[in-house]
Structures are given as structure tokens and as C-alpha cells.
């Protein structure tokens, strides 16, 4: 990373590292390697929580964000609506109540025989298909909120009913296009309606879900027909990395907000204001 980077250890002003949520044991990992380097070079550990870094994506590659905004974070783990009324404040406004949408599709593509992570390979397949083929309701719970296992249901039940033409070439293609439809079309409802409540003027979409090439197509019509402002961070900086963290990071280094060394992970961290 340093050599790809073109810098060595002394040019470091501060170790960020991701605090939570996340799986303990990836945490612990991060965590403990974090806290070292930060105390044998003597400078500031900074403590970033996994949706912040998520959020912070966006402004890798954009200065300014017209504010009040709302931030759709979708990845494998959160499908999380929140209002952001400046950069660093966030008010949870719906969540999934069973599925990530990325999870969603990591276990429909499963269904259909496909390893982890499924959400490219739906993505791929369903640039192939028609989506009228299979249709899917579209989920739409109550508030904003979100739901994929309904969804995720009726893709099971469809294979089984439907299990006579899988051997046709297009119909892994058409089913995968139908079921990222469904979720990629809750995903831009409830984002609307979450941008009309809050009379936001822009939505920041992150997270992995949001490399998706058909959310972020739909998202940016949206925004043209609705008139806010659309800033997706470039697909490889939509999934997990580094460079997200470090530009949270930034932010906390800024207004001196150091975390202490005896910091532990916290696996069910809330995301908080300020963050
Ligand atoms: O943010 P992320 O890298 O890790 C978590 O924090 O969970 O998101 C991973 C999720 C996986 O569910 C993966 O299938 C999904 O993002 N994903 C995609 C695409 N690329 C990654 N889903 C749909 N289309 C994609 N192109
Ligand atoms: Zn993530």
C-alpha cells in the first residue's frame, strides 16, 4: 500500500482505522494493527466508523456537496437512508428490516448457482436480459424503509416453478434482470421520497451496491427529472477500501479527534452525529 502509495512511514501524519460495525474478528485484526503503528510512530489513531468512511467515498473525487443532502448507504451489511444537514451530520431516516440489498442480491445470485459476491454477476447478467420477462413487485414498506426477502421469495419461488427452462440460454439473464430491477427500482423510490420530505438538493450514494451500473443510471435520471444533484463516488470506491477510511479519516485528524490506545472494536456500532 505505502509502495503503491509512493511514501514510507515517516511521511505518515496519522493511522485511520475502522472501529465498527463489522465481523469482530476483521475488526480486531484492523484495530490492533492500527493502535501499534500508530504508537511506535507516535502519532494520532483515528477511529472510523464503517459508514462514515463509506460516506467520506464521495468527496475522494468531489469538493463541495450542495447540503441538505441524503445519503442512500447500500452495501452487503446496511441499506441505510440518512438526511444529512451539513458534511459530518447524519439522521438515520429508514433502514432495511431484513435484507441488505446487497445481500439480497449476493443470495439471489446463489440461488441461481453463482458464487460470493453475486451483486457484479447479477449486474452482468442482467445487461443481457429483459426484465419483463419475470417481473417482480417492486418492495415498497412502510416510511422509508426497505425490504428485500419478500423479493428474494418470489425469485425462489419462480425458479421452482419456472425450473423446466433453465436449460434456455436467456433466462439466467432475463430473472437477473427482473429481481436488480425490483431492487434497484425500491432503492430510487424510497430515495425520492426521502429527498422530497427533507427538500434536500442532492443524494451522495455509496456503499458497494452503489457500483451497481443500473442503480446508478437510474439514480442520475432521477436526478435530472427531479431536479437535485446526484454524486456517486467512481464503482471502486463504492466497495470496501481503504482510501475511504482514510479520507474519514482526514476529517477527525482536522478537528483533532483522536481516538485513545487502548480503543476496541465495536461490531454494532451506531452511525452518530457528529461522526
Ligand atoms: O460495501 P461493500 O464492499 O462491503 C460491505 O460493507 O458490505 O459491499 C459489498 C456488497 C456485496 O453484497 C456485493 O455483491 C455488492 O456490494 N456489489 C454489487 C456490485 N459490486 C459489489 N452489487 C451490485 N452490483 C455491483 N456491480
Ligand atoms: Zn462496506
Do not use: W
Amino acid at each position: 500500500m505505502l509502495r503503491r502509495a509512493k511514501c514510507d512511514l515517516t511521511q505518515l501524519d496519522a493511522v485511520a482505522v475502522t472501529v465498527g460495525p463489522g465481523l469482530i474478528g476483521a475488526l480486531l485484526v484492523g484495530v490492533s494493527f492500527a493502535k501499534s503503528l500508530a504508537y511506535a510512530l507516535n502519532i494520532p489513531l483515528l477511529a472510523i466508523h464503517h459508514l462514515e468512511g463509506h460516506i467520506s467515498a464521495v468527496y475522494l473525487t468531489q469538493e463541495e456537496i450542495p447540503f441538505p443532502a441524503v445519503a442512500l448507504v447500500v452495501s452487503g451489511g446496511h441499506t441505510n437512508l440518512y438526511n444529512m444537514p451539513k458534511r459530518g451530520e447524519y439522521y438515520l431516516l429508514g433502514k432495511t428490516l431484513d435484507d441488505a440489498a446487497g445481500e439480497a442480491l449476493d443470495k439471489g445470485a446463489r440461488l441461481l448457482g453463482y458464487e460470493y459476491p453475486g451483486g457484479p454477476i447479477i449486474d452482468r447478467l442482467a445487461k443481457q436480459g429483459n426484465p419483463e420477462i419475470y417481473p417482480f413487485t417492486i418492495p415498497y414498506p412502510k416510511g422509508l424503509n426497505f425490504s428485500f426477502s419478500g423479493v428474494k421469495t418470489a425469485l425462489r419461488q419462480t425458479l421452482q416453478k419456472e425450473d423446466t427452462l433453465r436449460h434456455l440460454p436467456s433466462f439466467d439473464a432475463d430473472i437477473a434482470a427482473s429481481y436488480q430491477k425490483a431492487i434497484v427500482e425500491s432503492l430510487v423510490l424510497k430515495s425520492c421520497s426521502a429527498l422530497k420530505q427533507e427538500k434536500a438538493k442532492s443524494i451522495i450514494l455509496v456503499g458497494g451496491v452503489a457500483a451497481n451500473s443500473l442503480l446508478r443510471q437510474r439514480m442520475k435520471a432521477e436526478g435530472e427529472r427531479a431536479g437535485f444533484a446526484v454524486y456517486i463516488p467512481p464503482p471502486h470506491h463504492c466497495t470496501d477500501n481503504a482510501a475511504m477510511i482514510a479520507m474519514a479519516g482526514l476529517s477527525h485528524l482536522e478537528r483533532g479527534d483522536f481516538a485513545p490506545l487502548d480503543l476496541s472494536p465495536n461490531p454494532v456500532l451506531a452511525l452518530t452525529s457528529p461522526c
